[in-house]
C-alpha cells in the first residue's frame, strides 16, 4: 500500500473522497490554497506548479515531499499531468514515465505512438499556420478523390496539450480556414475527421491491465452524458474492451486511469481520437460512483499505486460482475440567449419521474455572457436523471438540453 | 400542480442523506443540489409541510451554514422580500428559513437565541411586508421580475405559514390594509373580500379600540350590513324576515345599508335581496338604499322604471357589487344621455357568443347558478360606468387596455357600451388605424399570454381583443423612427388625445435627449403656474418609467394623467391613474404615490408635480397651445426634474446634450 499519495492540483470531492479512505495524502496546489487547506485541516504543500525554473522544479518538490513520506503522484487536472508524471519517474526509478506523461500532453504524439501500435486513426499532421492547414486539406481532398465541385474534406484542428474540447475547431472547406483559425491557434495538430459514434471510457488501470472499465455514452457531447452505456454500446462491451487493453498495452499504461475517445463505426471499427489521464469533465466519475456503487474518485487516486495488493483492489471496485440498477445521466444547461434576466425551470421537470435533482442558479439582473467563451464555455449548473430505460434517458438528456431554462 | 408520486419525498431524503453523509468540504455542493429538492417540493401544499416537518432538522445539519440564512437571528425581515424575487437557490433558502422560524414560532421546536416571540414578531413583519405574496396581488414590478414558478412558490409559501400561524400582530397593519384598498374603489373587490374575510375569521374584533371599530364597520358591511341582517343571517333567513317587516323597519335596513357601502365602496349580498324587495313597492326607499345625493334622486325619479328593471334583472347574492356602480351611476346622472340609455337597452337584449361566455364564468369565483353570463356582464358594464378610476389590468401586462376601458368609461360611455356588446356577441373588434381595418381575430398573439381572469367583467370581455389590435397598431408604427405611441394612443384612445408628442427617448440616437426642452414642454402643457391655469379636459395617456425602490429602471408602465391641480395644502399634485391594481407603489428617491388624503379622488393617485414629471417619459400635447409658454418654466424646476431622474432611471441611459427641434 501506498505511504503517502501527492495529489498535485485542486479538487474538493476528491480530497473529501481520499478523507473517507483514510489513505495518507498531501494536496500540492497553489498558494492561493493555503488558507483554505489550513481551516480544513489539509495536508498541504504550496507550490507554484505554473512555473519551471531552478527553484521550481521536480526535484525540488520531490524534496519537499519527501517530509510526507509521498511515494506515489497523482494528477487532478490536465496541467499537473508532467508533474506527476516526474515525481513518479523518481518514485519507480523509470525515466520512462515521465515521456509516457508527455505523450499524454502532446497530441501529435500520441497520435503517432497509437498508429505505429496498430490504432485506427486519422490522417494528422503537425501544422504551423494556415498555409499548412489548407496544404493538409488539399492533400486530404486528393486522397479522398474529391471530384470538381464537391465538397472539401472535414479536418479537425486541436491544440497539442489542451483539456477536452478546448480550442478544438472543425473546418469543413478551404474558406473555413481562413475565417475560423486565428495565427494564436498554431502550431497544433491537423486530423482527418473521424467518421463513427462517439463516446469517452474511463479504463481504471493497475499493473497494466484494466481493473476496471466504464463506458460513458455521449448523449451530445459536452452536453449530456449517461452511466452505464446504452444498449448497442453494451453489446460492444468485449471488443471495446480489448481495444482499450491494447492501447493501454502500446502506450506503456501501468498505473492510474485513462479516458480515451473512441468513435465506433458501423462496422464495429473502432477509431481512436485521444486519451487523457485525468478527471474527466461532465461529472462523469460522479455519475459512475452513483451506478456501480464505489467511490469513483477514490478509486482514481488508489489505482495510481503500484504497490496495492490483489485483495486492496477488489475492495475498492465494484464487484466483476456487478450490473447497475439504474441508469444515471446529466445534462448541463447553458444559456441559449445571449443576455436574460430569469432562470425558468419548466413545470414537465417537476413530474418527471427520472428526475432526480439540479444545481441551476438564477441569473443574475440582466446578465450576460461574453462574447468569446473557450470550449464549451461554463454550464449554469447540471440537472441530473436516474432510470431503468437507456432509450428514455437519451429521450429526456436530448429535451432538456434544447429548453430554455434561461429567459 | 400535484406532485405525481412520492418519489419527490424519497429524492429529497435521498440527497439529504448525501449531505449528512458528505464531508465539509462538498457540504456547499450537496447543499445546492438539495437546495433544488426543496425548489420542487415548496411548490406543493403537501411538499411544504413535508419541508416544515423537516426544516429543523435541515437546519441540524447545517444546511445554512455558510449562508446569510445561518443565524435566524441576525434576519431582516424586509429583505425576505428580495430574496424571493431573486430566484432559486436563494427563495428556496429563503422558503425552508421561514418554515424554520414557523417551528420556532410554534414552539414546536426551540432555538437558542431566537425565542417563539422573537420568531412570531419576525413572521409578522415578513407578512406585513410581503401581502403582495399572501393575498396573491403580486405588483407590477413582481410580476415583471419573477418567473411563474417563483410567484406559485412565494404564494403557497405565504398560503402556508397564513393558515399555520397565530396571526394577531399582522391585524393593525392589515386593518390599515383594507382601508386603503377600499379608499380607492376597486371595481374588483375580491382582495379587499378576502382580507376582511381573513381578519374577520382569524381574529377577535370586538374590543374597543379605534381600529377595532374601524375594522367592524367593512365587517359589517360585507356580512351584517343592516339590524335586519344581523338578527337574520343567511339569504332565506333574511329573505322570510323581509316579507314581514314593516315600513319603518324597511326605511332603517336601507338607511344602514346605503351609508355603509357609501363608506366603504363594498356591497352585501343582503343589500342585492334587499333592494330586490322594495324596489317595486317601496320605491321611495330605493334612493336611501343607495344614499343617492340630490341629483341622483332627480335622476332615479325620472328613469326609475329601466333602473328598476336593471336592478331587477341583473342584481343577486353574488352579483351585488354592481348596486355600488349603479349608484354611482345615478349621482353622475348617466342616465340623462340617451346614448347611455339606448346601449343599456340593447345589452339587455343580447346573446352572449359562447366563447365569451366562458370568459366571463371563468372570471367569477362564486356565481349565482341562478344568474346569467348576460347578467354578470350588466352587472359588470354598470360597474365600469360608475367606477370608471376602479378599473385594473389584474396579473396581466395589458395597462394599455385598462387605461383604454377607464378612459371611455369617462369621457364615452355610450362608445364603450357599444363595444362591449360587439366584443360580447362577435367575440371580434375592429378599430382603424390610418387606412386600414384591424380585425382582433385576424390578429397574432398580443401582449398577452395567457389571461389572468382575475380581472371585472369587462375586462375579461374586452382585453384579449383590444390586446391583440393595441399590439398590432405598435407593430405597424415600428421603425418610424419615434415613439410608436405617438401613433398609437390617437388610434386606440379616441379623439379626445391630442395629437402633439413628446418622448425624452430619441429612438435615431438611442439616448435621452434634450431632456430640459422635454420637461420644459411638459410643464408649459400641465402646470397650472405655466400653462395659463388651464385644466385638463380629458386623461393624457403617459408612458412612465417604472423604477423600483431604489429607483432603478425595471421597465415601462403605462397610465392616464388625470389632472393637475393644487392639493388641500397647496401643493402642485399630479393626479393620475395607475392601472395596475395598486395605486400605492414606492418608486425609490422616495417617491411615493399616494392614493389617500392628499386631494385624490376615489382611484386617483398622486404625486408632487415634479416628482411625476421624472418618472414620465412620453405624453401627448397640444404643440399649438404650448408654443409661446415653454420659455416662462423656471430653470430650477427644470434642474429638480433632471436630477431625479438622471439618478434613478437615468443610469441606465446615454444623455444627450444636443438641443431638439420640438
Same mark, same amino acid.
Given at each position: 500500500?501506498?505511504?503517502?499519495?501527492?495529489?498535485?492540483?485542486?479538487?474538493?470531492?476528491? +480530497?473529501?473522497?481520499?478523507?473517507?479512505?483514510?489513505?495518507?495524502?498531501?494536496?500540492?496546489? &497553489?498558494?492561493?490554497?493555503?488558507?483554505?487547506?489550513?481551516?480544513?485541516?489539509?495536508?498541504?504543500?504550496?507550490?507554484?506548479?505554473?512555473?519551471?525554473?531552478?527553484?521550481?522544479?521536480?526535484?525540488?518538490?520531490?524534496?519537499?515531499?519527501?517530509?510526507?513520506?509521498?511515494?506515489?503522484?497523482?494528477?487532478?487536472?490536465?496541467?499537473?499531468?508532467?508533474?506527476?508524471?516526474?515525481?513518479?519517474?523518481?518514485?519507480?526509478?523509470?525515466?520512462?514515465?515521465?515521456?509516457?506523461?508527455?505523450?499524454?500532453?502532446?497530441?501529435?504524439?500520441?497520435?503517432?505512438?497509437?498508429?505505429?501500435?496498430?490504432?485506427?486513426?486519422?490522417? $494528422?499532421?503537425?501544422?504551423?499556420?494556415?498555409?499548412?492547414?489548407?496544404?493538409?486539406?488539399?492533400?486530404?481532398?486528393?486522397?479522398?478523390?474529391?471530384?470538381?465541385?464537391?465538397?472539401?474534406?472535414?479536418? !479537425?484542428?486541436?491544440?497539442?496539450?489542451?483539456?477536452?474540447?478546448?480550442?478544438?475547431?472543425?473546418?469543413?472547406?478551404?474558406?473555413?480556414?481562413?475565417?475560423?483559425?486565428?495565427?494564436?491557434?498554431?502550431?497544433?495538430?491537423?486530423?482527418?475527421?473521424?467518421?463513427?459514434?462517439?463516446?469517452?471510457?474511463?479504463?481504471?488501470?493497475?499493473?497494466?491491465?484494466?481493473?476496471?472499465?466504464?463506458?460513458?455514452?455521449?448523449?451530445?457531447?459536452?452536453?449530456?452524458? $449517461?452511466?452505464?452505456?446504452?444498449?448497442?454500446?453494451?453489446?460492444?462491451?468485449?471488443?471495446?474492451?480489448?481495444?482499450?487493453?491494447?492501447?493501454?498495452?502500446?502506450?506503456?499504461?501501468?498505473? /492510474?486511469?485513462? !479516458?480515451?475517445?473512441? &468513435?465506433?463505426?458501423?462496422?464495429?471499427?473502432?477509431?481512436?481520437?485521444?486519451?487523457?489521464?485525468?478527471?474527466?469533465?461532465?461529472?462523469?466519475?460522479?455519475?459512475?460512483?452513483?451506478?456501480?456503487?464505489?467511490?469513483?474518485?477514490?478509486?482514481?487516486?488508489?489505482?495510481?499505486?503500484?504497490? +496495492?495488493?490483489?485483495?486492496?483492489?477488489?475492495?475498492?471496485?465494484?464487484?466483476?460482475?456487478?450490473?447497475?440498477?439504474?441508469?444515471?445521466?446529466?445534462?448541463?444547461?447553458?444559456?441559449?440567449?445571449?443576455? &436574460?434576466?430569469?432562470?425558468?425551470?419548466?413545470?414537465?421537470?417537476?413530474?418527471?419521474?427520472?428526475?432526480?435533482?439540479?444545481?441551476?442558479?438564477?441569473?443574475?439582473?440582466?446578465?450576460?455572457?461574453?462574447?468569446?467563451?473557450?470550449?464549451?464555455?461554463?454550464?449554469?449548473?447540471?440537472?441530473?436523471?436516474?432510470?431503468?430505460?437507456?432509450?428514455?434517458?437519451?429521450?429526456?438528456?436530448?429535451?432538456?438540453?434544447?429548453?430554455?431554462?434561461?429567459? | 400542480?400535484?406532485?405525481?408520486?412520492?418519489?419527490?419525498?424519497?429524492?429529497?431524503?435521498?440527497?439529504?442523506?448525501?449531505?449528512?453523509?458528505? /464531508?465539509?468540504?462538498?457540504?456547499?455542493?450537496?447543499?445546492?443540489?438539495?437546495?433544488?429538492?426543496?425548489?420542487?417540493?415548496?411548490?406543493?401544499?403537501?411538499?411544504?409541510?413535508?419541508?416544515?416537518?423537516?426544516?429543523?432538522?435541515?437546519?441540524?445539519?447545517?444546511?445554512?451554514?455558510?449562508?446569510?440564512?445561518?443565524?435566524?437571528?441576525?434576519?431582516?425581515?424586509?429583505?425576505?422580500?428580495?430574496?424571493?424575487?431573486?430566484?432559486?437557490?436563494?427563495?428556496?433558502?429563503?422558503?425552508?428559513?421561514?418554515?424554520? *422560524?414557523?417551528?420556532?414560532?410554534?414552539?414546536?421546536?426551540?432555538?437558542?437565541?431566537?425565542?417563539?416571540?422573537?420568531? %412570531?414578531?419576525?413572521?409578522?413583519?415578513?407578512?406585513? !411586508?410581503?401581502?403582495?405574496?399572501?393575498?396573491?396581488?403580486?405588483?407590477?414590478?413582481?410580476?415583471?421580475?419573477?418567473?411563474?414558478?417563483?410567484?406559485?412558490?412565494?404564494?403557497?409559501?405565504?398560503?402556508?405559514?397564513?393558515?399555520?400561524?397565530?396571526?394577531?400582530?399582522?391585524?393593525?397593519?392589515?386593518?390599515?390594509? +383594507?382601508?386603503?384598498?377600499?379608499?380607492?374603489?376597486?371595481?374588483?373587490?375580491?382582495?379587499?373580500?378576502?382580507?376582511?374575510?381573513?381578519?374577520?375569521?382569524?381574529?377577535?374584533?370586538?374590543?374597543?379600540?379605534?381600529?377595532?371599530?374601524?375594522?367592524?364597520?367593512?365587517?359589517?358591511?360585507?356580512?351584517?350590513?343592516?339590524?335586519?341582517?344581523?338578527?337574520?343571517?343567511?339569504?332565506?333567513?333574511?329573505?322570510?324576515?323581509?316579507?314581514?317587516?314593516?315600513?319603518?323597519?324597511?326605511?332603517?335596513?336601507?338607511?344602514?345599508?346605503?351609508?355603509?357601502?357609501?363608506?366603504?365602496?363594498?356591497?352585501?349580498?343582503?343589500?342585492?335581496?334587499?333592494?330586490?324587495?322594495?324596489?317595486?313597492?317601496?320605491?321611495?326607499?330605493?334612493?336611501?338604499?343607495?344614499?343617492?345625493?340630490?341629483?341622483?334622486?332627480?335622476?332615479?325619479?325620472?328613469?326609475?322604471?329601466?333602473?328598476?328593471?336593471?336592478?331587477?334583472?341583473?342584481?343577486?347574492? #353574488?352579483?351585488?357589487?354592481?348596486?355600488?356602480?349603479?349608484?354611482?351611476?345615478?349621482?353622475?346622472?348617466?342616465?340623462?344621455?340617451?346614448?347611455?340609455?339606448?346601449?343599456?337597452?340593447?345589452?339587455?337584449?343580447?346573446?352572449?357568443?359562447?366563447?365569451?361566455?366562458?370568459?366571463?364564468?371563468?372570471?367569477?369565483?362564486?356565481?349565482?347558478?341562478?344568474?346569467?353570463?348576460?347578467?354578470?356582464?350588466?352587472? /359588470?358594464?354598470?360597474?365600469?360606468?360608475?367606477?370608471?378610476?376602479?378599473?385594473?389590468?389584474?396579473?396581466?401586462?395589458?395597462? %394599455?387596455?385598462?387605461?383604454?376601458?377607464?378612459?371611455?368609461?369617462?369621457?364615452?360611455?355610450?362608445?364603450?357600451?357599444?363595444?362591449?356588446?360587439?366584443?360580447?356577441?362577435?367575440?371580434?373588434?375592429?378599430?382603424?388605424?390610418?387606412?386600414?381595418?384591424?380585425?382582433?381575430?385576424?390578429?397574432?398573439?398580443?401582449?398577452?399570454?395567457?389571461?389572468?381572469?382575475?380581472?371585472?367583467?369587462?375586462?375579461?370581455?374586452?382585453?384579449? !381583443?383590444?390586446?391583440?389590435?393595441?399590439?398590432? *397598431?405598435?407593430?405597424?408604427?415600428? /421603425?418610424?423612427?419615434?415613439?410608436?405611441?405617438?401613433?398609437?394612443?390617437?388610434?386606440?384612445?379616441?379623439?379626445?388625445?391630442?395629437?402633439? $408628442?413628446?418622448?425624452?427617448?430619441?429612438?435615431?440616437?438611442?439616448?435621452?435627449?434634450? &431632456?430640459?426642452?422635454?420637461?420644459?414642454?411638459?410643464?408649459?402643457?400641465?402646470?397650472?403656474?405655466?400653462?395659463?391655469? %388651464?385644466?385638463?379636459?380629458?386623461?393624457?395617456?403617459?408612458?412612465?418609467?417604472?423604477?423600483?425602490?431604489?429607483? #432603478?429602471?425595471?421597465?415601462?408602465?403605462?397610465?392616464?394623467?388625470?389632472?393637475?391641480?393644487?392639493?388641500?395644502?397647496?401643493?402642485?399634485?399630479?393626479?393620475?391613474?395607475?392601472?395596475?391594481?395598486?395605486?400605492?407603489?414606492?418608486?425609490? %428617491?422616495?417617491?411615493?404615490?399616494?392614493?389617500?388624503?392628499?386631494?385624490?379622488?376615489?382611484?386617483?393617485?398622486?404625486?408632487? $408635480?415634479?416628482?411625476?414629471?421624472?418618472?414620465?417619459?412620453?405624453?401627448?400635447?397640444?404643440?399649438?397651445?404650448?408654443?409661446?409658454?415653454?420659455?416662462?418654466?423656471?430653470?430650477?424646476?427644470?434642474?429638480?426634474?433632471?436630477?431625479?431622474?438622471?439618478?434613478?432611471?437615468?443610469?441606465?441611459?446615454?444623455?444627450?446634450?444636443?438641443?431638439?427641434?420640438?
Amino acid at each position: 500500500m501506498a505511504k503517502c499519495f501527492a495529489l498535485i492540483g485542486w479538487s474538493l470531492p476528491v +480530497i473529501e473522497s481520499m478523507q473517507k479512505t483514510g489513505r495518507p495524502f498531501v494536496v500540492v496546489s &497553489f498558494a492561493d490554497f493555503e488558507p483554505y487547506a489550513a481551516e480544513n485541516n489539509i495536508p498541504f504543500v504550496s507550490y507554484p506548479l505554473d512555473e519551471w525554473s531552478d527553484t521550481s522544479n521536480s526535484i525540488d518538490l520531490f524534496e519537499k515531499l519527501k517530509a510526507f513520506d509521498v511515494d506515489v503522484a497523482v494528477p487532478l487536472y490536465e496541467e499537473t499531468v508532467e508533474w506527476a508524471g516526474a515525481l513518479n519517474s523518481i518514485y519507480r526509478g523509470d525515466p520512462r514515465v515521465l515521456n509516457r506523461a508527455f505523450l499524454f500532453r502532446n497530441k501529435a504524439m500520441m497520435k503517432r505512438k497509437a498508429l505505429i501500435g496498430g490504432l485506427r486513426v486519422g490522417l $494528422f499532421e503537425e501544422v504551423f499556420n494556415k498555409e499548412g492547414v489548407k496544404a493538409f486539406m488539399k492533400r486530404l481532398n486528393q486522397a479522398n478523390l474529391q471530384v470538381d465541385g464537391e465538397e472539401d474534406s472535414w479536418v !479537425h484542428i486541436k491544440p497539442f496539450a489542451s483539456a477536452g474540447t478546448v480550442g478544438h475547431r472543425l473546418l469543413r472547406s478551404l474558406a473555413d480556414v481562413d475565417e475560423k483559425c486565428e495565427d494564436s491557434d498554431f502550431p497544433c495538430l491537423a486530423e482527418s475527421h473521424l467518421p463513427g459514434r462517439e463516446f469517452s471510457c474511463e479504463a481504471f488501470v493497475n499493473k497494466g491491465k484494466i481493473r476496471f472499465l466504464n463506458i460513458t455514452e455521449y448523449v451530445k457531447l459536452g452536453y449530456s452524458n $449517461f452511466i452505464p452505456e446504452g444498449k448497442y454500446l453494451e453489446s460492444k462491451r468485449d471488443l471495446i474492451h480489448k481495444e482499450v487493453q491494447k492501447m493501454i498495452d502500446i502506450f506503456g499504461i501501468e498505473y /492510474g486511469m485513462v !479516458h480515451p475517445e473512441w &468513435f465506433l463505426t458501423e462496422k464495429d471499427e473502432l477509431n481512436f481520437g485521444e486519451t487523457a489521464c485525468r478527471i474527466p469533465g461532465g461529472h462523469i466519475l460522479e455519475l459512475c460512483s452513483k451506478s456501480y456503487e464505489f467511490d469513483a474518485l477514490a478509486a482514481f487516486v488508489i489505482s495510481h499505486d503500484p504497490n +496495492i495488493t490483489e485483495e486492496e483492489l477488489d475492495e475498492i471496485f465494484p464487484a466483476k460482475d456487478f450490473k447497475p440498477k439504474n441508469y444515471h445521466g446529466n445534462v448541463m444547461i447553458y444559456p441559449h440567449k445571449r443576455q &436574460f434576466s430569469k432562470l425558468e425551470i419548466p413545470e414537465s421537470l417537476n413530474n418527471e419521474p427520472y428526475f432526480v435533482e439540479h444545481s441551476l442558479i438564477a441569473p443574475y439582473e440582466g446578465q450576460k455572457l461574453s462574447a468569446d467563451r473557450d470550449g464549451f464555455g461554463n454550464h449554469f449548473g447540471t440537472i441530473n436523471f436516474k432510470g431503468e430505460d437507456p432509450d428514455r434517458m437519451t429521450e429526456l438528456l436530448k429535451h432538456y438540453e434544447k429548453e430554455e431554462f434561461y429567459v | 400542480m400535484e406532485l405525481t408520486s412520492d418519489k419527490v419525498f424519497t429524492n429529497f431524503d435521498q440527497s439529504l442523506q448525501e449531505f449528512i453523509d458528505s /464531508g465539509t468540504l462538498t457540504k456547499k455542493e450537496k447543499a445546492a443540489k438539495l437546495a433544488s429538492h426543496i425548489d420542487i417540493l415548496s411548490l406543493t401544499r403537501s411538499g411544504l409541510a413535508f419541508l416544515y416537518s423537516k426544516s429543523v432538522e435541515l437546519d441540524r445539519a447545517e444546511f445554512f451554514k455558510g449562508t446569510s440564512w445561518n443565524d435566524p437571528d441576525k434576519l431582516v425581515p424586509y429583505l425576505v422580500k428580495g430574496t424571493l424575487k431573486y430566484g432559486h437557490p436563494s427563495s428556496s433558502f429563503e422558503t425552508l428559513s421561514e418554515l424554520r *422560524m414557523l417551528r420556532f414560532a410554534k414552539g414546536e421546536d426551540v432555538h437558542k437565541v431566537v425565542s417563539a416571540a422573537d420568531a %412570531q414578531s419576525f413572521l409578522e413583519e415578513v407578512i406585513v !411586508h410581503n401581502l403582495e405574496f399572501a393575498l396573491r396581488e403580486p405588483t407590477e414590478e413582481t410580476r415583471m421580475r419573477m418567473p411563474e414558478r417563483e410567484l406559485k412558490k412565494a404564494f403557497n409559501l405565504f398560503g402556508f405559514i397564513m393558515s399555520e400561524m397565530d396571526l394577531k400582530g399582522v391585524y393593525e397593519k392589515l386593518i390599515e390594509e +383594507i382601508r386603503l384598498i377600499c379608499e380607492q374603489r376597486p371595481i374588483r373587490t375580491s382582495k379587499a373580500r378576502e382580507l376582511i374575510s381573513l381578519v374577520n375569521r382569524r381574529f377577535d374584533t370586538s374590543g374597543n379600540s379605534e381600529k377595532d371599530k374601524a375594522i367592524r364597520v367593512y365587517i359589517d358591511a360585507l356580512y351584517s350590513p343592516s339590524k335586519g341582517a344581523k338578527a337574520n343571517e343567511g339569504k332565506d333567513a333574511y329573505s322570510e324576515f323581509l316579507k314581514h317587516a314593516d315600513e319603518k323597519t324597511l326605511a332603517n335596513e336601507a338607511l344602514e345599508m346605503g351609508e355603509l357601502m357609501n363608506a366603504t365602496g363594498l356591497v352585501s349580498g343582503y343589500q342585492a335581496i334587499f333592494l330586490k324587495h322594495i324596489v317595486n313597492e317601496y320605491e321611495d326607499l330605493v334612493p336611501i338604499c343607495l344614499d343617492l345625493n340630490d341629483r341622483g334622486i332627480a335622476e332615479w325619479e325620472k328613469y326609475s322604471e329601466l333602473v328598476s328593471s336593471l336592478i331587477l334583472e341583473t342584481v343577486s347574492w #353574488d352579483n351585488c357589487q354592481c348596486i355600488y356602480g349603479l349608484a354611482r351611476m345615478l349621482r353622475k346622472n348617466l342616465f340623462s344621455r340617451r346614448a347611455v340609455r339606448v346601449g343599456l337597452e340593447n345589452l339587455r337584449r343580447i346573446k352572449v357568443n359562447p366563447q365569451v361566455e366562458k370568459r366571463i364564468l371563468k372570471s367569477l369565483s362564486n356565481p349565482d347558478a341562478e344568474v346569467t353570463a348576460l347578467q354578470y356582464l350588466i352587472g /359588470g358594464t354598470i360597474k365600469v360606468l360608475g367606477q370608471p378610476l376602479g378599473v385594473g389590468q389584474g396579473n396581466n401586462p395589458t395597462c %394599455q387596455s385598462a387605461r383604454g376601458i377607464s378612459m371611455w368609461s369617462q369621457h364615452s360611455p355610450a362608445k364603450l357600451i357599444d363595444m362591449i356588446i360587439t366584443v360580447s356577441t362577435q367575440n371580434n373588434l375592429i378599430m382603424r388605424f390610418e387606412n386600414q381595418n384591424l380585425i382582433s381575430n385576424n390578429l397574432i398573439k398580443g401582449l398577452l399570454d395567457q389571461l389572468d381572469y382575475n380581472l371585472d367583467v369587462v375586462s375579461v370581455v374586452m382585453v384579449p !381583443h383590444l390586446d391583440k389590435i393595441y399590439n398590432e *397598431m405598435m407593430r405597424l408604427s415600428t /421603425g418610424r423612427l419615434d415613439d410608436p405611441h405617438k401613433w398609437v394612443n390617437p388610434a386606440m384612445y379616441g379623439q379626445w388625445i391630442q395629437v402633439g $408628442f413628446a418622448s425624452c427617448y430619441d429612438y435615431m440616437s438611442n439616448s435621452i435627449m434634450d &431632456f430640459p426642452g422635454y420637461v420644459r414642454i411638459f410643464y408649459a402643457a400641465f402646470h397650472p403656474d405655466f400653462n395659463g391655469n %388651464q385644466h385638463m379636459v380629458y386623461p393624457n395617456p403617459v408612458g412612465i418609467f417604472i423604477t423600483s425602490n431604489k429607483g #432603478d429602471m425595471i421597465g415601462f408602465h403605462a397610465v392616464s394623467l388625470l389632472r393637475v391641480e393644487k392639493s388641500p395644502k397647496g401643493e402642485v399634485r399630479a393626479y393620475f391613474l395607475n392601472p395596475n391594481n395598486e395605486g400605492r407603489q414606492d418608486w425609490g %428617491q422616495n417617491i411615493l404615490p399616494s392614493v389617500h388624503g392628499k386631494g385624490e379622488k376615489k382611484g386617483e393617485s398622486s404625486l408632487p $408635480f415634479d416628482q411625476f414629471a421624472a418618472r414620465v417619459y412620453a405624453f401627448h400635447y397640444s404643440p399649438l397651445d404650448v408654443k409661446n409658454r415653454i420659455n416662462e418654466v423656471p430653470a430650477e424646476e427644470i434642474q429638480k426634474v433632471e436630477k431625479l431622474a438622471r439618478e434613478s432611471w437615468g443610469k441606465s441611459y446615454m444623455w444627450n446634450q444636443q438641443t431638439k427641434l420640438w
